[in-house]
């Protein structure tokens, strides 16, 4: 099989590439990526070291998804299937500017679209979010008949890809599925989303900044697991159905944030209660029987297990996120890659 894995120099997109990379070893895989600030093409360093050794099975390609031209010329060279990871994916940022959310976002998976459309891939799958549902009060769970009710910029514009790529199923036949899975956490997350933030804003003895009454709540799931979810998708899910994915695992922030707390042997007094997030949706949980029943899947790591791993990745690998909270690392990369 060729995949094409847009948004592969990400956090979720590189898991999902070294976790198909060593699972399916007959796997040829194209990264796509336009290594925004949040592209780094360090996440998957072992993984193009292997391969330049060995298989010669990984490429990667820096580019746009809403460039078409270039996206034809990959995918008419014998795609199998489009796992389109790439987005801006950051909520605070959509509510600074909105406008490159709509670009890569929409604009972006229409071209990845009209490419499967035109070169007859077999499967796309469009890597969506929980957030599209928009907030829960305090019970209920969204299932994947949950009306769409964004209310963020960033989950607008997932909910636009979203209603985009169930009319290329709908209009055109496109062999395409979507999953909404929810806060995903682990190695390689950028960190400027909660649990990577606060686990190096503690390393470094600097304040963590807590939204508003720190109540709000969110599914937590470990990226591998989301990975296993997507494999199964890909290779047994239904043509023009959503599978929601999620960690069974509700959590307040300022539960997270005393976790993390507490395994970094760090004071409370870190802890700075800010002004909140506009808009901030209050709950997200997931019901993801569908995707357990229909399709067998079940997660491997409880939230222990998860941190645990997450907690240990970040205090092994300071290099990797001081690079980033520094700015040092676009340099450090481009040199990277240039020498390759
Ligand atoms: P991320 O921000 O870490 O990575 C996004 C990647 O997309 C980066 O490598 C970036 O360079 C690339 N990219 C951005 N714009 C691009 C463009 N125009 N062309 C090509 N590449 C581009 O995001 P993530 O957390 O890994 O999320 C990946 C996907 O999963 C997103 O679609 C997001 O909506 C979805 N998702 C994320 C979570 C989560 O908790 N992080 C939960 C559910 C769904
Ligand atoms: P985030 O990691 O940005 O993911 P999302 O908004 O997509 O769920 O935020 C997770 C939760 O943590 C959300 O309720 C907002 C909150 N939060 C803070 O309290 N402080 C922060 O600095 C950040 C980044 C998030």
Redesign the pocket.
Known sequence: MKLLV????????SNFIRYMYQKYPDYLIIN?????Y???LENLRDIVEQDQKKDKRYTFVK????DSKLVNTIVEQGVDGIV???????VDRSIDNSRIFI???IL?AQVLLDAGLRHNVSRFIQ????EVYGSLGPTGLFSETTPLAPNSPYSAS?AGADLLTRSYFETFGLSTIIT?????YGPY??PE?LIPLFITNALEDTQLPLYGDGLNVRDWIFVED?CTAIDKVLHHGRPGEVYNIGGNCEKTNKEITMTLLQQLDKPQSLINYVKDRPGHDRRYAIDCSKLCTELGWSQQYDFQQGMQRTVTWYLENKPWWQRIKTGEYLDFYKRWYEER
């Open positions: 847009t948004g592969g120099a990400g956090f979720i997109g796509l990526d336009s290594l925004s949040a592209g780094n580019g746009d998804i809403a389109n990871f790439a987005a801006e994916s950051h670009e890569t976002n972006g890597i969506s979010t929980d997932k909404r899975c929810s806060n995903n997350q950028f989303k989301h």
